[in-house]
Every structure is written in C-alpha cells, then in structure tokens.
C-alpha cells in the first residue's frame, strides 16, 4: 500500500493527510472547494513547522512530508491510482452515498475504501458500492497528528483481511487501532454524546452554570476538557447530528438531544468555528470565557 486518497480538506482531511505524508505514504488531497484546499496546505506546513520547532520532526523530514502531498480538485484524478482512499467529506448521508458511488467507479478494483465519518452507517455507504466487503470505518480523532486512536470500523460485509490490513497500517502510522462494529455511534460517540448532552440537560435544568459543570468533570473526572467545552470544539451542529443518528437507529428516548441544544444549533451558535457556543472565542485569544447568555449575576 503506497498511494492513499484523501477526499475532502477540512479539519479532519488535513490531519489524515498530514499523517500519511510524514509516514512516507504519497496522498493525494482532494476537495471541491479551492480555497479549503488552499487553507489546508498551509495548515499542514504550519503544523509541521510546530513539530520542527518542538524538535518532534527534522527540517528534512517536513520537506518529504509536504513534497509527498498532491492538491486535486478533481475526484476522478485524485483517486485512480489509490490503493486506499480515505474520505472525510462533510458529514452528511447524501454526500457521501454519492461520493461512494463514484469512488466505485474510479477506483482501481482492489482498492479499500474508507470512510472517516463520526455516526453513518458504513454499512449503508458500502451498500452503493460494487465491493461493499472492500468498505470499512477508519475513524480518526482530532487533531490527527496527535490523537492516537483510531477507531476501526468493520460494515456488515467487511472482510477479515480488509479488516486486518487497516489494523496493521494504522499501526504504521503510529496509532493505536481499536476494532468495533458497525452500529450507530460505533463505540466512541455512543458514548461520548450522552456525556455530552447529559452535560447540556444539566445546564438546560439549572443544575449548574457552564462553568461549574466543565470544572467538575475536570477535577472529578480527570477529562483534560469539561463536555461543554467539548461539545464547542467538536461543533454543536456536529453533536445534534450525532445524537439523532442514535435516537432515529436505536429509537431510545434516552438519545433525544437536549432542546437546549437544538436551540443553540437553530440560532447558529455551533460553538468555535461560529465563535460562540458554551463559551466565546475571540480570534487571537486563549483564555476560556463564557457566553454572555451563560454569564452569572
Ligand atoms: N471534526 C472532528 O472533530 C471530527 C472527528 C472525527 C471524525 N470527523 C468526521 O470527519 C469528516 C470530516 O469532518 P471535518 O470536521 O473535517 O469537516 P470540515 O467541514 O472541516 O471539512 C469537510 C470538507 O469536505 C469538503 N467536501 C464536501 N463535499 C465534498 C465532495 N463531494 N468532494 C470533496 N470534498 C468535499 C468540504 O469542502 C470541506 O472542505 C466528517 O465525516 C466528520 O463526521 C470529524
């Protein structure tokens, strides 16, 4: 396995392929959008430059990383030679049965196809491909150059040695793979979202301030991040989509999201990357303050 595409260049699609790229694979990085392909290439050579200045990683070795890195904007282009093709496109159903479905076309016939995504089912991705035992999870965390885990995803038709295969390279990437099935939230959101939207219910019902909920699982729990805090940095919208593909697979009122939340989402407060959530987030500063909505007295 020597040539793996990427698709898409978000925060997920610049992490892989910088992983990738500095484990000597050649990845092909491909979105529809330009400028987010622009965006990622210098995000990469900035995260590399961190790693050189922490000694992580030689000047040379940053070189090959980016040299190993190929921008496309065209799916066909980008994956015709891949032996994997990893997509982390957004997170939406019909964008990415519809990608699957040309993948299937593009790809060379033993190509594995996989697939990033946080809740959908891969064994429904794999459905509209024509080798749905060549389909599987590689659930990666972010930031990807330095969470560990991925979490392996086998569908309902994945084989044994396409399974293995992803275990042994996520091996060579340095990470610690974890096999699990396909089942709504797999292992990680299944139970990480109830966490977090227990944490929000607490909020919602005046238990406790924002604050008072994160210090509590910090210092109780010892999480590095409260879930409120959390749940802003993965992106509220992305938890609300999460939680309804557990409520809507496992039909259990006990994954209904918090009303708070769906508010918090329809008002388009979906934490960072609106720049405010549980807390607010002013460009250039790193001191964790909290919403004015959430602020006591
Ligand atoms: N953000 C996280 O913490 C996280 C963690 C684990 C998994 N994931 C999963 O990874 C995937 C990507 O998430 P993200 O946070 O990087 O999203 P993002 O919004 O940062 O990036 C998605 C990128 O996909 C591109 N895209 C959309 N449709 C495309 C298409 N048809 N072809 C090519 N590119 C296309 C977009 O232009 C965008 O640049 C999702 O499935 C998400 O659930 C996210």
Redesign the pocket.
Known sequence: MKNIAV???????NGIAHTFAQHGFKVAL????QD?LNRAIQTIAGNLDRQVKKEIISEQLKIETLNNIIAFAD?KAATADADLVIE????NRE??L??FKQLSEFCKENAILA??????SITQIASVTKKPQNVIGM????PVPIMKLVEVIRGYATTDEVTHTIMELSKKLNKVPVEVNDYPGFVANRILMPMINEAIYTLYEGVAGVEEIDTVMKLGMAHPMGPLQLAD???LD?CLAILNVLYNGFGNQKYAPCPLLVNMVTAGHTGVKSGTGFYQYNKGSKELVVADKYKKG
């Open positions: 698709i898409g260049s978000g925060t997920m699609g491909v979105d529809i959008n987010a799916l982390a496109a957004t997170e964008i990415k519809n990608l697939s990033n995504t946080s809740s959908i659930h990666f965390m972010n940095f993965i992106g992305v």
